[in-house]
């Protein structure tokens, strides 16, 4: 798996059903007319759960047929039933995904989502036969007072539940202060924290050495080939670039060089 870049773009709670369309056949006519691309990378984007079907109906549009896989932003742990508002991994799957954003910053700062509700909608999602892409990373705080390895070190312990592997999981390392502010980490900084995981994963999985590490905050067409080029680094999950089809397909080419 780590032989190619994921590159995983987050729509979060942005746009209109038709904007939603256009931008996924953007995307997706894009890579099509520059099929190179694709040796280098594996594409996902995750819109919003109301946008899912019409986004993975518009990516299986261009002739060659579906070049970027479908994702979700979150999923619930718990199979089905009396939970409004929920929406399980079995149906993600029945609407097209292969992959779920769990854990993301977002969802731990609003939500008030805990590791280990993390790790049990991760369990469910690996279950069901999506990808989880799990988010660690520091707050500016943490950060500040060099507390970064410890929080990811506890997030990566309580988040990934037993059973992941590198076939059903990815991990994303978003520093919150990095996410949505135009702050990229330094690349030194990057390097530590990824060579870090991959240590951490080790003591704990088998084919740790496969597990894909995806740097994700602020990263853009002009960042992206400085951050691929880290050791550890096996793509990216990108918010505001993802929304504009010539920014993400930018950072597909830079990633794939
Ligand atoms: P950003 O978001 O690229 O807008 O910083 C990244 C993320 O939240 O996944």
Not at 42 to 70: I, M, Q
Not at 117 to 129: E, N, R, Y
Not at 162 to 189: F, H, L, M, S
Request: hydrophobic share 45%; with cysteine.
């Amino acid at each position: 798996m780590r032989s190619k870049k994921l590159i995983a773009g987050n729509w979060k709670m942005n746009g209109t059903l038709a904007e939603a369309r256009a931008l996924a056949v953007g995307i997706a006519d894009g890579l099509e007319s520059e099929l190179s691309l694709l040796e280098g990378c594996d594409f996902v984007v995750c819109p919003p759960f109301v946008h899912v079907g019409a986004v993975g109906a518009a990516l299986a549009e261009p002739v060659g047929g579906a070049v970027v896989s479908l994702g979700a932003q979150d999923c619930a742990a718990v199979e089905n039933g009396a939970y409004t508002g929920d929406v399980s991994a079995a149906m993600l799957v029945d609407a097209g995904c292969d992959y779920v954003i769990l854990g993301h910053s977002e969802r731990r700062q609003y939500h008030k989502e805990t590791d280990s509700l993390i790790a049990a909608k991760a369990k469910a999602a690996q279950a069901a036969g999506l990808i989880t892409i799990i988010c660690v990373g520091e707050s500016e705080d943490e950060r500040a007072s060099d507390a970064q390895d410890a929080v990811v070190a506890a997030q990566l312990a309580a988040s990934i539940p037993d059973g992941a592997t590198a076939q059903n999981c990815v991990i994303a390392y978003e520093p919150v202060w990095a996410i949505g502010t135009g702050k990229t980490a330094r690349v030194e900084d990057v390097a530590a924290m990824h060579l870090f995981i991959r240590e951490k994963l080790k003591e704990r999985l088998a084919d740790s050495a496969q597990m894909r590490i995806l740097y994700g905050g602020s990263v853009k067409p002009d960042n992206t080939g400085d951050l691929m080029r880290v050791d550890h680094v096996d793509g990216a999950l990108i918010g505001g670039a993802s929304l504009k089809a010539d920014q993400y397909l930018g950072i597909a080419r830079a990633a794939g060089k």
